[in-house]
């Protein structure tokens, strides 16, 4: 299992840009699938991005799909999202989670490994 802590987020206007990186701890990262969910206050966590160990597969929520873009650095032990265009309705908690299984990642049942959380507030 890795560990992982979430930074990058803060206060943006709308249209403005942010990019939340996600550092691994623990062997095995580039075995790993990622993901990105968000929590905004009063709502379920969702799904917004995920990719592959290799980078080669991603897949993202219909909400964000040509405004963020997940890519990873495995020599680093990182995974970022790039959020561009954001929106009021962008602002949430972001977490980020790991999980051997893509699938897994994607449906957010994975191993239990997941940051704390970064706060993205989108002001209009």
């Known amino acids: 299992q890795v560990q992982l802590v979430e930074s990058g987020g803060g206060l943006v206007q709308a249209g403005g840009s942010l990019r939340l990186s996600c550092a691994a701890s623990?062997?095995?990262?580039?075995?790993?699938?990622m993901g990105w969910f968000r929590q905004a206050l009063g709502k379920e966590r969702e799904f917004v991005a995920a990719?592959?160990?290799?980078?080669?597969?991603?897949l993202y929520a219909d909400s964000v799909k040509g405004r963020f873009t997940i890519s990873r650095d495995n020599g680093k032990n990182t995974v970022y999202l790039q959020m561009n265009s954001l929106k009021p309705e962008d602002t949430a908690v972001y977490y980020c989670?790991?999980?051997?299984?893509?699938?897994?990642?994607?449906?957010?049942?994975?191993?239990?490994?997941w940051g704390q959380g970064t706060q993205v507030t989108v002001s209009s």
């Open positions: 989670t790991a999980d051997p299984s893509l699938s897994r990642v994607i449906k957010g049942t994975g191993s239990g490994s």
């Open positions: 623990g062997r095995g990262f580039s075995n790993y699938a």
């Open positions: 990719i592959g160990w290799n980078g080669g597969s991603t």
